[in-house]
């Protein structure tokens, strides 16, 4: 293991030249960037060994670009575009150079295909592996959780619950066996999943709310549906697709019981992108940009009732519990937890 | 253990309202801001328990303070001032609302000292506490490492070596015991940092080059220097103060071998400021800004040459190694290494 300044070195020889309007990059004590015109939309996104992935389940380089997905896809439901990227790395002990030359390199490759760079970070010992992002990005108009509205139509870019199957895939075959054809597209989307950003960027200007599906349909869509003041109504058909049917009857094969529909419903991590829009004037290019709708709004249900409906193929109406990934719930690691 | 929409909830009332220019706080995907005029200065820092502090060595309000502080100090030593902070915590099992309650206080007492406040962040389970913080600020014209020329005075505001001597009774008596008083200054300079953003302010229009001292004098002014292309020389008489003097004795009764002027060169974590000023037309208020100075910068040395140099009470000039902290270096685990 080499000193810190020669591990801040293969970190700049990975991270590559600062993005436009970046002043000052890694190598000061902090980064200085050009404030541009539009508004500031800032997360930040942490990912701890054991708890959000083990590294049986995917390599070191798979582990940086999806770190950097998961953080930057916050950006995406603003309909925001990322500017830069920090990036705080605790290292357990016997890290080696390449374990974290692998790292960085997803990092960069994420941060590539996004126009972006990680730009600063901090390096720190610790007992266990972790990667926090921080995302700084830029919007003309951030789209917020609230402002949907009765008789808007509720699209999602992305998959739903495939990456939960994908997860429950791994969690059970421990990462080393040969991933089953049927599951292949499940553990892609758990591995590798993307930032929406041309998605969000795309409907930033018409939607009225957007989330990113980080703990699960049901309960992100219920935290969009309290804070607009609506219920959303889901559509059963819009929800199950082929993909993942066939990933649930491969893990049920394989002993995991787990439907479809929950899946769709509590299967988080899929990042995708829920945009909310006007039935009238919804832009061209969305299902070219890979929108589809699943449901609409109706007006605020009464004190105390769900804000979530589920209207299953037969038509039958009922309401949805707002439950999904929760770090602090009893059992709730989510790493353990399919849904 | 109560789940994460309460604790999130608990966070929101500790955190209080959202400063100027913060148009989203707390309950959205990302936090927004208004762009602003100046330059945008963007940090981050992590601290992990057994590294970084043992929670026998400070209270959890404590940690959050200096969370905080340690990380807005990168601001300072640009020039710049705190416009919001994320947080990024890592809880282990067992953690309860209470604790998490006083650390959160802790953040937010920082912040209000800051006139800045926590916006957004992150909760994730773990096997050991972090706490992860992003702080975004601006500056007309943010201070950079290089810049540094010859004839230029070197300044420092706050103590140099007084944390790394609380550091090292704290680690010998373990917190449980009762602080000396010739060591309760250092213990305090070590528990509770102060970012010192009003004295970096200060200078940020004057000023060619600064730095804060987060891994010790030597190796952060080596940086520096290098940075610049410039030889920094050091006044012994100037860094050993009455207070170090006092707690290295304290250290030495105690069996902790320390001299002060290791202390001061190599110990690190005071989070105290240098500025280089050039010689004519210092900035009116720098002493009483708490700035002494502590050296001056010579032309660039041969190469290979250490771009340190220590000119002891005697006259005498001798080269100084850049170490100090070193997360990496064998050994070097922040939390247990005094220099």
Same mark, same amino acid.
């Given at each position: 293991m080499s000193d810190e300044a020669s591990r801040v070195a293969l970190l700049e020889r990975a991270f590559g030249r600062a993005p436009r309007g970046v002043l000052c990059g890694i190598g000061d004590d902090a980064a200085v960037l050009a404030p541009g015109r539009d508004r500031l939309v800032w997360t930040v996104d942490v990912q701890v060994e054991g708890v959000h992935f083990q590294r049986s389940w995917l390599g070191l380089d798979a582990l940086g670009y999806r770190s950097v997905m998961a953080a930057a896809s916050d950006l995406a439901a603003m309909g925001a575009r990322p500017r830069a990227v920090l990036s705080g790395l605790v290292l357990p002990p016997g890290f080696s150079d390449a374990e974290l030359g692998a790292l960085a390199r997803g990092q960069a490759r994420a941060c590539r295909e996004l126009g972006t760079a990680v730009v600063g970070g901090n390096l720190a010992r610790g007992g266990e592996l972790s990667v926090t992002t921080s995302v700084l990005g830029h919007a003309a108009r951030p789209l917020l959780r609230r402002g949907a509205r009765p008789g808007d139509g509720v699209w999602v870019a992305g998959t739903t619950g495939l990456a939960a199957a994908g997860l429950a895939w791994l969690a059970r075959a421990g990462g080393a066996a040969r991933v089953p054809v049927a599951l292949r597209a499940a553990v892609a989307a758990w591995q590798r999943p993307v930032a929406r950003i041309d998605a969000g960027a795309l409907v930033a200007r018409r939607a009225h709310a957007a989330i990113d599906l980080s703990d699960g349909l049901a309960i992100d869509l219920a935290r969009l549906a309290r804070a607009s003041g609506v219920v959303v109504v889901l559509a059963e058909e819009a929800l199950v697709t082929e993909a993942l049917t066939r990933a649930a009857r491969a893990l049920a094969a394989r002993g995991v019981a787990a439907s479809a529909l929950e899946l769709a419903l509590h299967g988080g991590e899929d990042y995708a992108l829920v945009a909310v829009l006007p %039935?009238? /004037?919804?832009?061209?290019g969305l299902a070219a940009a890979g929108f589809r709708c699943i449901g609409s709004c109706e007006p605020r249900a009464p004190r /105390? %009732?769900?804000?979530l409906v589920l209207v299953a193929r037969t038509g039958t109406r009922r309401p949805l519990a %707002?439950?999904?990934?929760?770090?602090?719930?009893? /059992? /709730? %690691?989510r790493a353990r937890a399919v849904s």
């Open positions: %039935a009238r /004037g919804t832009p061209a /105390g %009732a769900s804000p %707002a439950r999904g990934f929760d770090h602090f719930a009893r /059992g /709730g %690691a």
